[in-house]
C-alpha cells in the first residue's frame, strides 16, 4: 500500500478511534437493554444485509436482524419480569420494571483495527470477558461469559455505523460451576437446546464458531483483519 500522508494519518487515526467508540457504544447499549435506539443510532441505517451472528445461528439481514435484537428483547423483558414477580411479588408487572434484575456486561479488551485504504469501510476484533444476570422460571442465571467479537463497520454520511458483528463464544458458566464442564458450559450446549433450533425460516443455523470444551485447541479466531483497500479485498465477519 502506498505511503499515506499526514493528513491521511491524521483521518486514520480519527477513523480508528470512532471505530473503537461505536464499538464500545455497543455494548453500554447494549447493558442497559436499549436495542431499539442502538439499532436506530449506531447501526447502518442504508445496507439490509446488516447481520448478526453467533456460534450457530445468523441473522443475515435487516429483517431477520430487528426481529432477534429489537423485538426478542422486548418479549424477553416481558418474561423476565414475569419470573422476578413470582419470586418477588413486591415487583409488579408494569412497563417501568421491564429489565429489573437483568444485569448484563460484556467488556472489549484488545482492539486489533484496521481501516480500509479508501476509509470507507473498517474491520475490527476484540476479546471480552463479562457477566450476565437475570431472572428466569428455574430461579436465577448467574454466568460468566468469555467471548470474542469480529465486527465490520460502514462509513455513512461522514459516520461510523456497524455493518456485521460476529459474537465467538467460547464459554457461560455459572459463577458456581466451572467451563471446563460441558454439562454446565452453555455455550458448548447451544447447539442441543430447543431454544436455539429453527423454528422459523428468519435465522440460519449453522456452525459458525465452536465455543470451549476441555478438547478443544486454540485457534486463530476470529481471524485478525489485515491491510486492505475495498471491501471486496476481504472477507465478513
Not at 416481558?78 to 419470586?87: R, V
Not at 479488551?109 to 473498517?122: F, K, L, S
Not at 467479537?149 to 461522514?158: N, P, Q, R, S, T
Request: proline share 6%; net charge negative; aromatic share 16%.
Amino acid at each position: 500500500m502506498k505511503e499515506l500522508s499526514f493528513e491521511e494519518k491524521v483521518q486514520r487515526s480519527l477513523d480508528y478511534q470512532q471505530v473503537q467508540n461505536v464499538a464500545s457504544l455497543h455494548e453500554y447499549y447494549h447493558a442497559a437493554l436499549m436495542h431499539k435506539e442502538e439499532y436506530e443510532n449506531i447501526w447502518s441505517r442504508k445496507r439490509d444485509d446488516i447481520s448478526w451472528t453467533n456460534n450457530n445461528q445468523k441473522m443475515p439481514n435487516r429483517k431477520s436482524f430487528h426481529k432477534f435484537y429489537v423485538e426478542d428483547v422486548v418479549k424477553m423483558k416481558t418474561t423476565s419480569l414475569e419470573a422476578l414477580h413470582k419470586q418477588r411479588p413486591d415487583i409488579e408487572i408494569r412497563p417501568e420494571n421491564y429489565g429489573a434484575g437483568i444485569l448484563w456486561c460484556h467488556t472489549l479488551t484488545t482492539p486489533v483495527i484496521q481501516i480500509a485504504g479508501d476509509g470507507q469501510t473498517a474491520k475490527g476484533i476484540w476479546m471480552s470477558w463479562g457477566h450476565v444476570t437475570g431472572p428466569n422460571p428455574d430461579g436465577w442465571m448467574c454466568t460468566w461469559a468469555y467471548e470474542k467479537y469480529g465486527m465490520d463497520f460502514v462509513k455513512e454520511d461522514g459516520e461510523w455505523k456497524i455493518w456485521h458483528l460476529h459474537t465467538f463464544v467460547d464459554f457461560y458458566s455459572p459463577v458456581d460451576g466451572s467451563w471446563t464442564n460441558p454439562d454446565t458450559n452453555i455455550a458448548a450446549n447451544r447447539e442441543k437446546s430447543e431454544a436455539f433450533q429453527p423454528k422459523e425460516d428468519w435465522f440460519e443455523s449453522g456452525d459458525y464458531y465452536t465455543g470451549y470444551s476441555p478438547s478443544t485447541v486454540p485457534k486463530m479466531e476470529p481471524k485478525p483483519p489485515v491491510p486492505y483497500y475495498t471491501f471486496n479485498e476481504t472477507f465478513s465477519y
